[in-house]
DNA sequence: AGCCAGGCTCTCG
DNA sequence: CGAGAGCATGGC
């Protein structure tokens, strides 16, 4: 430990990636925030990552090369106690899965641009990597909290569990939170998870999820070695955990990206739109994506936020001016 | 004011 | 079994 301590004491340390291009931060966060504690701001995305060995280690990362030829610069900004090279490694790689920096979108591009409807969507989402939760507990947590309610409510009550339950870091004039520790969850018990704005429910899903978690039954890493059918069995034995939840946590928590939550509101207002289909139900969507294979989840998020910038867009124009239609379906 | 919002569980017939 | 109530907060 002593001897670590002058090493990364006031001095930040930074490192450079390179994503797979195309790729663009800005595209992946702007319009479509990560959930907190996770903080983009217009540049830079700000973290705090807690290694394996308890030490929180803040990170910062700028792209300072364009989405075709995309660098990634990372600071790892000062802690106490400093971070280990060992840290350091970990939360860089936990950062680069989080980042989808290794993930390679070309065939998912290049079924989109075979698809007659996808095509012109494509060039508003190069570069764009799906939502990823940073963590799979996190991605879980996520996931019970955007239940049912709209995503505005969902991620301010996200911010508020983790304000309240999270480690606060003040780093460069600017105050960090670490997600909250399965203890600091247990600790608030029932009623200090609902004094953060969850309902009865939800609180007591996630505290259900905390201690199967930290007594050992529940072991999310291992449901990535699962045929996908089966781990959705796995997760919605959990009390608070059906089918939506286990899909989302699949896709955004494990980027299990053959797995697309296809009865959500938001995906099926997609498809609705960009294929003109009236109503689909989830079985009719997880039939168009099942020809997809692992892009399934990239293609469908890519829709996904297409379709909720036009309509935001449409609602803006309607506003003012006169609408020009373009495609759609043949809504009356 | 009241309803809906990126569901789920529990209850009742 | 299928249908319906209740739930948290924020926006319209």
Redesign the pocket.
Known sequence: MAEKVEVGAKMARSYEVEPIPPYSLRATFTGTEPAFPSVFDGRCLWRVVRASSGTLIPLRVEQVGPPDDPLLLVEVLPSSPPASEADVEEALRALCRFLCTGDDLSSAYAKMAADQALRPILPYVRGMMPWTAFTPVEGLINAIV????????AF??MERFVKGLGEAIRVRGRILYAFPSLDAIMRAGQDGL?ML?????KASYILGIAEALEEGQLDLEALSRLPAGRAIGELTA?????????ELFLATGLKRWEVV?AD????RRAFSSIYGLEEPSGEAIRALCSRWGRDAWPIAYSM?VWA?RRERLLKLVGRGARILRVGGPAGT
């Open positions: 955007f239940q049912q309610i709209s995503l505005r409510v301010s009550i609902r704005g969850l309902s009865r429910n959990l009390r608070g955990v059906g089918r939506w939840t286990a939550p959500d509101l938001g995906v996904l909720e």
